[in-house]
Each structure stands twice: as C-alpha cells, then as structure tokens.
C-alpha cells in the first residue's frame, strides 16, 4: 500500500494561550475528515510567549505523536518564527497559518485537494477584512502590485499551502529581511488561489500594531522593487531641469526687461521645496542603506532554545 502522503501545518505562536486549544480541537476535525486520503503533523514555533503558551505547547508535545514544537530563544518576530518552522520543514508539503484563529482551519481540505491535482502553490487570497487597517492593506497591495511586477497581483499574507520542492527553494534564500509572501511568490511556478474572507480573532487584539505593519509594507516593497530608488533619480533630474529653466527665466529677466527681481517670499518657497526634495531623496536612499546594513551583518533570523516532540523521519511516498 502506498504511504499517504502528509502534510505538515506551520503555526508561529506569540501570545495565544487562550486560542490554542480551540484551534487543535477544531484542526483535529479536519484531519478526521481527511485521514484516508492524508497524513497531518502540527509544527508548533513558539516565538518568545510569556502568557503561558510555551508551558501548554510543551505538554502537547509530549501526549501527541504528531506535534513537535520549536521554542526560540526569544521574540524575533513572525517573519523569524516562520523561518524556523520552514528550516525544520519535513513533509511532503507545508501549511503555513496563524494561531489566533484568523487563518480558518476549514481551508486545509480545499489547500490539500488543489495541491493534490497537482498545484505546488496554492495560496489563500484575502477578501474582506473586518479590521481597521483594511484600508492600509488595501493601499499597501494596490502599491507593491504597481512598483514590483514580479509578483503576481495576488492580494495574499502567509496563509498557504506550498510542495516540498518550493520549501527547499526557500531554504536557498539568504536575506534577513524577509518579506515571506514575495520570497514564496518567487520561488513558485504558477500559484493557484483560494478566496476566503479574513476571519476575527480568537480573543486579544492584533501585537504588530500599524507600526508593524507599516515597517513590513516598506520591507516588502523595498525587497521587491527598484522602482522607488529610480524615482529618486527622475525626480532629481527633474528638480534640475526646472532650477536650469528657473535660471534661465531670471537672467532673461535681469538683461532684457525691466522687471524687479522677484522677492524673498518666492526665493524661500523655492529653497523649502528644493530641500523637501532632497530631504525625501536622502531619506529613502537611507531605507536601501538600512537593508543593505541589516544584510552585510548576517546575522541569523532566529535561534532556537529546544526543540519537542516526536522527529520525523524521512519518508518515500507512492
């Protein structure tokens, strides 16, 4: 008999004592309904909890065969976290969602069965959202989709189902820096979608925060588009140009009319507009040098305090 093929399900954890045991009842559901056709193992990361959740995720571990758990040394955020579960990745395809109860588990079963008819990506594309920042993740898209044409114009985070062989593409990435939903998109062939609505979350309010979000918008669109830096150099041609006109415009003045010299109101306007120019070009020039500096020191996306749970083994599937 063939060996079904398994699935593992990737969950950074921060904070979600209270969401936990709902989400593995509900993901024990699934699994049921699909345990003829599948194999699923949980891979918990725990970035840094300190409500709880790492004590709850350790017991886990030890009453299931099919739970391991990664406890990081401290908080390195969820792109880190993420990056763990991808390196100790050992399955035949990986699903990666949130703990707190806004990636539903009921989108396993269509995840699996678009992979199953042979799609190595499949990933989950957001419709509506319920929460404040809809607007800023609707204007964070409609930007990185206009400056970076890599990407495809997929509205989706990191909910999503991606084969073994786009893992270890993934594995082969360096950048510290990491902006996970562009670093899958490009490691994929053609990604299939999967439309659902963002679900609310179990219990607690959102810990990344607008200035999270905002810094992960300038990662990304940094990380995947030259576009802004080319702007800068437009832009700065284009200030040359009008002072070259600007200056042309005054020396006609002064030797063919009788004109007075316009006064200082107008020579300030002009000197506060030149320096907003060059104050916005330094300024984003500084966000490149900023990513450049964090890459140039190498250092590792995470480190791992202990690992727990049963290891899996290497498997052939038929």
Known sequence: MATLPQIEILLPVYNEVASLVPLVREL???FAALRDSYRFRLLFVNDGSTDGSAELLQNLAKKRSDTRVIDLVHNFGHSGALSA????FDADALIMMDADHQDSPDAIGPLVEAWKRGAKTVVV???KRSERTAFFFQAFYFLLHRLSHSLPPISFGTHC???????ERLKLLPERNRYLPGLVAYSSGPIATLRLNRGARHSGTSRVG???LVKLGVTAILSFSTLPIRFVSALGLGAAALALLAGAFI??????TDLAIPGWASLMTAIAFASGIQLFCVGLIGEYVALIYEEVKRRPPYYVAAI???QSQARKTG
Do not use: A, C, Q, S
């Open 210 to 212: 607008l200035g999270g």
């Open 125 to 127: 594309e957001r419709g």
């Open 308 to 310: 727990h749970g049963t």
């Open 161 to 167: 189902l991606i084969d073994r062989i786009v893992v």
């Open 251 to 256: 020396i006609g003045l002064r030797l063919f």
């Open 28 to 30: 024990d559901k699934v």
């Open 85 to 88: 579960g991808i390196d100790h």
